[in-house]
């Protein structure tokens, strides 16, 4: 005798609101591909201040220039060529540039992995390790972890540049760090209260 109880996983049509509440999460998409322009506007960037760090490199006083006003560092000496500091503070800019990138793969494909639609990547020689196992509570614990990243930059810019500061913003950028710390160790603890909750849960 035939089982009438339907197998779970076995797909059936959804109701006509059901369907369009559940469809309404491809309204998610423009938001995704908003990112995507984001994400070369920093691509067309990170290859101008890397253009103008070459140009500076090789003897441009224009291109030096550029960077000393992009960075926002000041000195009462005046510069003539390209120093440590200045590189530092630009390179430093560029990895923030390329952390914020990440960041920013990061919400594009692992929200809509979760949010809106699955990629199929399984077997992919490109496929990120991390997608495999991505959640909603996963992905919020590593985009704390990637803020904290880009936060430290800033900070450690900051602090190379700190003569251009007032304590009043260095101690306020710390204070910022250390609050993006705790929320992020927050987090990650909430998780695993969670995780570890959810099997032991299951059990009567």
Not at 16 to 35: M, T, V
Request: hydrophobic fraction near 50%; charged fraction near 10%; glycine fraction near 6%.
């Amino acid at each position: 005798m035939q089982d009438p109880t339907p197998l779970r996983g076995s797909s059936s049509p959804l109701r006509p609101l059901p369907g369009l509440i559940f469809a309404s999460r491809w309204l998610q998409l423009p938001l995704y591909l908003g990112l995507i322009v984001a994400q070369a506007v920093y691509v067309v960037h990170f290859l101008l201040e890397l253009w103008h760090l070459v140009e500076a490199a090789a003897g441009s006083q224009a291109a030096l220039q550029q960077l000393v006003n992009s960075i926002g560092y000041k000195t009462t000496a005046p510069i003539g060529s390209l120093n440590e500091t200045v590189i530092m503070l630009v390179v430093l800019a560029l990895i923030d540039v390329v952390m914020i990138s990440n960041l920013l793969i990061m919400v594009i494909v692992g929200g809509f992995e979760t949010f809106v639609s699955r990629m199929n990547l399984e077997g992919h020689p490109d496929q990120p390790e991390w997608l495999s196992h991505v959640n909603a509570s996963v992905l919020k614990v590593k985009l704390a972890t990637a803020i904290i990243g880009i936060s430290s930059i800033h900070l450690l810019k900051t602090f190379i540049n700190a003569d251009n500061y007032s304590d009043r913003v260095l101690v306020a950028q710390t204070v910022i760090h250390i609050t993006f710390l705790l929320s992020a160790m927050a987090i990650a603890y909430t998780d695993k209260i969670m995780a570890s909750a959810g099997p032991q849960g299951g059990k009567h």
